[in-house]
């Protein structure tokens, strides 16, 4: 719904009336086909191949490393080339915007934004030079701005000249296209689309489809007749006027915006209030893909309750032009207006022609504000426009406005507190009664839909408070006599913000040296570019649904529990069958094998039968399944599917429902070093604290994909998938009774995964060859993005306790910290294993004991996310260090804290295994010096001395992670290795592409082993009937035993080569090779834990680093933005830099957003809330911290891994917490402030709501919070 513009594409038209042609970013699945007519499309496929010649920009983005899993390759290339071909020379602001409503959710954004840079012009690499001569002299750069391909607009695709000629020759006529379902209408005269608004009342006006298209998609509402005033040219009139200027109601956002600078900067400063609030709306509004076809009119008319544009014409005084049959009127965009959710004052058969927008006059000013989940591309949470006119030389208030969005189910006015302010003196006096009215006025039951009810008024209040600062700033300019004005108490405090231009500037980010010696076309340690980068940007790479369907192919959908605990009394599909193109459908009972999945020795049940006795455990359990002959039949069908239910009793939904009832599985982990009673005896001190954890969506953009295709002999079955176990998949077998060597698991990439495609893709493989095989046809399942949040799980949600007992210096002497972690079936339980082997972090507690419970709750089971466990745990044991730090009785800052516990020397872990911390603490010195931090800290006090709303804070967190899996037969590989008589090599291994370059690694080992180029070695798929018996693609460990096994291989076909190489000493390596393939196993450590010894072996070897975050944190609104993060890891000898810096960035951005931003909010029936990127809110390129330098650690190497390498996919999603402690070490200075010491609660994420509220502004304190348990909720902490 045009949220994450992975399919943006290009729109070019011809106005046959300028001779002109306009270019613009559109998201592909908002775009009517039927409004194309006459224009030109154009996708990253027609702009370059790797078969002809790439385009500068494919070329740019996949060789400075933006592109991982590459799904949302295509499009960052489309909006950047959408930009060049407006702006030639963009500025890195231009670019930042074009790229604002792109997500990627692998590469952090940095790589794609460096690709991008190089476009900027001569300055630009002029400064990136400098800047690379600042640091690091002489590491190498990850790639080359000199081996790039030159721009050249000359070799761009030509506007097509026969549209141009059709535009030119045609009259343009009314056109009326004619569906299955809808009709729809395009007339070209104002007349006629009044007779035909007169004539169908009901029927939208289409514009951008930007609100339609998502009712349609997504609410499932159906409009026989649409009408399309595209066409109309008074729609789009601008007219000037000395009072105002009329824009044309179809002006999309981006010409608005264009058409309000240009007056910004014509007009004389006083007039250009409205017109400067509303550009700073439609700079946040969407993303430019939204604003380039978004419309003024269908902004308005839409009436969302949080418009960014509404409250700011409401404010501002707007006026309609609207149209009917029955003639023309004028009506104002005020509190009457806005009627509800919706809903206006217009008539059904009114058309607003035109909007008129008044010049500001002197004295009077207009602001905008809002505060939204994320800076960019996201709905307000609340958003609000304001004037006010000063009598002409005083601080009397002559007239004033107040609108809000986002706090009702429509545009609201404050019009009761702007009457009592009207007439009085802008003074403290005043503004202080204004904010008691305004509590009083815009008011929020506690329940009120969407939640966040106390953020949302304290917000009110806190635009109010800001719209005062700016106006008493104009009062200052303006009233020549200050001695006539009262000077308010607090303005002293309140400096015109220093950091409100910040930019984004350059970081660091440098390869390592290969050792001296290394042959020059040995790539090992070199910054190889992904292998596919180049298929991906240019869109020729094939991900599961590319894959060309075959005839009779049909299509699966799911039919999912809408209770969270209830008994399952039917299954009804009779009315779902009699659809067009419905073929069947399979619940449990068609399962001939086994109707269970096991993992790692647990069963979890895959569908379940309709039998009385069995219950559904969760909404969005699979209960069954449709196929049909198309998706959307198959979608139809599903939702025809009645399924009738008797709720249970007992449901539990949250954490502490589940501790009050007991409801855990079994067994229960313990772990203790030490005498942790004695030693809280020995201690100084004690504290006692608890943390929640919410979980996160993996949010991979390719959502689960998979096709099945039943060869029609001997029961064998194809499975093509986006999986990153596929021999898990495989267990279809079990499920079908049939053995495993009739099924063949293909994996050619996934468009990410993050381990939510280890398990959950089984069990929806199985489902889907389930209906294959009932069918007899290939059947295809590709979940909608709401139903794979809805269905797969996501991170588990943690609430952790906690004692500790330290000594008055900050050592912390005993601690013991109980986990709990949700969880429904136990299919992933273990996770609550790896919470407590890593409890210690960074440190050394010599009394500690963990222990760790999995919930059992009527909710999704999690499954596996980057890091499995560890991000929550670490959060908590640095939560302990950072409550230790903030007792007044402690004189140290968190730092020294950290220091002071940290392992040092020869240590052992709190499951005895012995290791040496030496890189830890090479990291953690680095760190400290590349950052700056002593002096920055010093900075920082200074400015939050001088700022009492904007506060700085800092953190710097040290990582160390085990590598590998604690269960040791996970730890294997296998590989083969074809050599063709030709001469070119095919390496298969059991390791699944991803994003994290895994297939690009293995072709480095392969062509140091073979000594052969990487240009004759191939990898095509990951597939059980080639590589059987996979272990996960996870825990950091793919490249360690797959990069074993593939070098395994080729040594042993080396060494079958030696003799003809003896033989034959100067010949070629076409020459010696003719013999073909050969197969080893490669087994990787011994890990193993022992529970009942509490000790053991569990990981290979520790993965270390160290990151130092500095946040800016807006304390009325809770809003942040990362200045800087520094990053230094030990990640031993890097097979492939720029893979590894990827996989660093990414996964600090991924934890930024699961500690930061992403909410998954639950109803309190147990139903999740975002289901899209338009409620969930992953980290976009506008939360780049805006310097972002990583380091490698030089001189660190790895006995335990190949080429002394160090797996780093998960490790660094934790360092993203550095942001999450900055913004606590900020907000600790703002409570310092109202007189708040001492530790405090901050749960995670640490999203503007919860950080607005722990910095307890007067305004925070002034909303009153009402009982708990005297009214329900909107939403659930879970
Ligand atoms: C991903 C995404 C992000 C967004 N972010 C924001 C945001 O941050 N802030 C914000 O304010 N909005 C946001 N929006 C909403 C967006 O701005 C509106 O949907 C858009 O402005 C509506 O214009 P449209 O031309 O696409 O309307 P359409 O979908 O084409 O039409 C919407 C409605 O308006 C009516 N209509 C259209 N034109 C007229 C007219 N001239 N006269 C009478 N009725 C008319 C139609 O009948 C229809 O009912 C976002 C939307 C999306 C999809
Ligand atoms: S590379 Fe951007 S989503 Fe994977």
């Known amino acids: 719904g045009g949220g994450c513009g992975a399919c943006t594409v290009m729109v070019s038209r011809y106005n046959p009336r300028e001779k002109t042609i306009s270019h613009f970013s559109a998201n592909a699945c908002l775009l009517p086909v039927c409004q194309l007519h006459l224009a030109a499309v154009t996708t990253t496929e027609g702009i370059g191949s790797t078969e002809t010649r790439i385009h500068p920009v494919q070329e740019r983005i996949a060789k400075a490393n933006g592109s991982q899993c590459g799904f949302c390759t295509p499009g960052m290339v489309m909006s950047l080339y959408a930009l060049l071909r407006n702006q030639p020379q963009p500025s890195l602001e231009d670019i930042v915007e074009a790229l604002g409503g792109n997500l990627c959710r692998c590469t952090g954004y940095r790589p794609i934004v460096d690709g991008c840079k190089t476009f900027c012009g001569v300055r630009m690499s002029v400064m990136r030079h400098l800047e690379s001569l600042l640091v690091d002299n002489g590491v190498p750069e990850l790639f080359h701005e000199g081996d790039l391909l030159p721009q050249d607009p000359t070799q761009e695709l030509i506007f097509p000249p026969e549209l141009m000629l059709m535009a030119e020759s045609q009259r343009p006529l009314t056109q009326t296209f004619c569906g299955e379902r809808i009709t729809w209408v395009s007339p070209v005269t104002l007349r006629e689309l009044v007779e035909l608004k007169a004539k169908h009342p009901k029927a939208p006006l289409v514009l951008g489809n930007t609100g339609v298209g998502l009712e349609m998609k997504f609410k499932g509402i159906l409009h026989p007749v649409i009408i399309s005033p595209t066409r109309v040219p008074e729609l789009y009139e601008v007219n000037k006027t000395p009072d105002g200027v009329w824009v044309g109601a179809a002006c999309s956002l981006t010409s608005l915006k264009t058409l309000v600078e240009k007056l910004v900067r014509e007009l004389h400063e006083d007039q250009v209030e409205t017109f400067s609030a509303l550009l700073q709306q439609l700079r946040s509004l969407g993303g430019q893909q939204i604003r380039n076809v978004a419309s003024l009119g269908g902004n308005i008319a839409s009436a969302a309750p949080n418009s960014d544009l509404n409250p700011v014409l409401a404010a501002g005084r707007c006026i309609l032009s609207v149209i009917s049959k029955g003639g023309r009127r004028e009506i104002a965009v005020n509190e009457d207006f806005f009627v509800g959710f919706g809903k206006t004052a217009l008539k059904q058969d009114e058309i607003i022609l035109s909007v008129f927008i008044p010049v500001s006059k002197r004295g009077e000013f207009v602001r905008a504000f809002r505060q939204a989940p994320r800076k960019a591309n996201a709905l307000a949470t609340v958003t609000s426009g304001m004037r006010v006119r000063f009598a002409q030389g005083t601080d009397a208030v002559e007239d004033l406005a107040i609108f809000y969005g986002g706090v009702g189910p429509c545009t609201v006015g404050a019009t009761k507190t702007c009457r009592e302010v009207i007439g009085r003196r802008w003074n403290e006096e005043t ?585 004759l070695i191939h990898i095509s798929e990951t597939s059980t009937n080639v590589v059987p018996n996979t272990c996960p693609s996870a825990a950091s460990f793919g490249t360690d035993a797959n990069g074993m096994a593939v070098k395994m291989a080729c040594e042993t076909l080396l060494q079958r080569l030696e003799p003809v190489i003896r033989e034959d000493p100067k010949g070629t390596w076409q020459s010696w090779v003719s013999w073909p393939n050969v197969v080893s196993l490669c087994r990787g450590p011994d890990t193993y834990m022992d529970w009942k010894k509490q000790e053991g072996q569990p990981y290979a070897y520790f993965t270390y680093g160290t990151c130092c975050s500095e946040v800016e944190v807006d304390c009325l609104t809770g809003d942040y933005q990362t200045l800087r993060t520094d990053i230094v890891m030990d990640i031993g000898r890097s097979i492939n830099p720029s893979i590894d810096i990827g996989q660093i960035e990414g996964a600090f951005m991924q934890g930024l957003g699961l500690y930061t931003m992403e909410e998954r909010k639950f109803s309190p029936s147990g139903m999740l809330y975002p289901r899209g990127p338009a409620q969930y809110k992953i980290p976009a390129v506008c939360d780049m911290p805006l310097k972002f330098n990583v380091y490698l650690l030089a001189g660190s190497s790895n006995l335990h891994a190949i080429y002394s390498s160090k797996g780093i996919g998960e490790p660094v999603l934790f360092l993203g917490s550095s942001v999450f402690f900055a913004i606590k070490d900020a907000v600790a200075a703002a409570r310092k402030d109202v007189g708040l010491g001492g530790p405090f609660k901050l749960d995670s994420p640490a999203c503007p709501e919860e950080t607005c509220l722990a910095c307890a502004s007067c305004f925070v304190q002034m909303v009153p919070v009402p009982k708990p348990g005297s009214f329900q909720p909107w939403a659930i902490d879970v």
């Open 431 to 1015: 503004l202080n009664e204004a904010y008691r009215l305004l509590l009083d006025e815009i008011s929020l039951p506690p329940s009120a839909p969407g939640g966040k009810v106390e953020f949302r008024r304290s917000l009110t209040l806190s635009f109010l408070f800001k719209f005062n600062l700016q106006m008493l700033q104009k009062l200052n300019e303006m009233v020549a006599s200050r001695s006539s004005r009262s000077e308010p108490s607090w303005r002293w405090q309140v400096r015109p913000d220093c950091s409100d231009k910040r930019r984004l500037t350059f970081g660091t980010c440098r390869s390592q040296e290969v050792s001296q010696g290394q042959r020059g076309d040995d790539l090992v340690g070199r910054p190889v570019m992904h292998r596919s980068a180049l298929s991906q940007a240019t869109g020729e790479a094939v991900y599961c649904d590319d894959i060309a369907g075959s005839q009779g192919e049909l299509f699966l959908a799911l039919v999912t529990s809408t209770r969270a605990h209830a008994k399952l009394i039917k299954i009804d599909d009779g009315e779902a069958l009699k659809l067009p193109g419905v073929v069947d459908a399979v619940t449990a009972k068609d399962i001939p094998g086994k109707k269970f999945r096991t993992f790692t020795g647990i069963d979890e049940e895959l569908v379940w039968l309709p039998a009385s006795t069995l219950q559904v455990t969760c909404v969005g359990q699979m209960v069954g399944a449709v196929v049909a002959d198309t998706r959307q039949h198959a979608k139809q069908g599903a939702a025809a599917v009645k399924v009738v239910y008797e709720d249970l009793p007992d449901r539990v939904l949250t954490i502490e429902e589940a501790i009050e009832k007991k409801s855990f599985f079994k067994p229960q982990r313990e772990i203790e070093r030490g005498n942790v009673t004695e030693g809280f005896r020995k201690a100084d001190q004690m504290l006692e604290g608890e943390i929640r954890i919410g979980g996160q969506e993996h949010f991979y953009m390719e959502t689960q994909s998979m096709l099945v295709v039943p060869s029609g002999e001997e029961k064998e079955l194809k499975v093509y998938l986006s999986c990153q176990h596929p021999t898990y998949a495989q267990s279809i077998a079990e499920t079908l009774g049939i053995p495993s060597n009739r099924v063949s698991c293909h994996v050619k990439r996934m468009g990410g995964a993050f381990g939510g495609k280890v398990t959950k893709t089984s069990i929806l493989a199985s489902i889907t060859a389930l209906a294959a095989w009932k069918t007899g046809q290939a059947v295809r399942c590709v979940l909608e993005r709401g139903d794979d949040m809805l269905i797969t799980g996501a991170r588990h949600p943690v609430l952790a306790n906690y004692k500790v007992g330290f000594m008055n210096d900050g050592r912390i002497i005993a601690a013991d910290i109980h986990v709990f972690a949700k969880i429904f079936t136990l299919d992933v339980s273990l996770v609550i294993e790896k919470i407590l082997l890593h409890i210690d972090n960074a440190y050394s507690v010599p009394n500690l004991r963990g222990r760790a419970t999995a919930c059992k709750t009527n909710l999704p089971s999690n499954t596996a996310f980057r890091g499995f466990g560890v991000p929550q745990s670490m959060l908590v044991v640095e939560s302990v260090i950072n409550d230790v730090a903030m007792k007044e009785s402690v004189v140290s800052p968190p730092l020294q804290i950290r220091e002071k516990n940290m392992y040092k020397g020869p240590s052992i872990t709190h499951y005895k295994l012995q290791f040496d911390p030496e890189n830890l603490l090479r990291c953690w010195d680095e760190c400290l010096q590349k950052a700056d931090y002593h002096s920055r800290r010093t900075t920082i006090a200074q400015f939050n001395q001088s700022n009492r709303f904007k506060k700085r804070g800092i953190a710097v967190i040290p990582i160390k992670y085990g590598i590998a899996f604690a269960e040791c037969f996970l730890n294997q590989a296998a590989a083969l290795v074809h050599i063709y008589k030709d001469g070119s090599v095919l390496v298969s291994h059991g390791g699944a592409e991803m994003g994290q370059g895994i297939h690009t690694k293995m072709q480095q080992v392969a062509s140091r082993e073979l000594r052969i180029p990487v240009s």
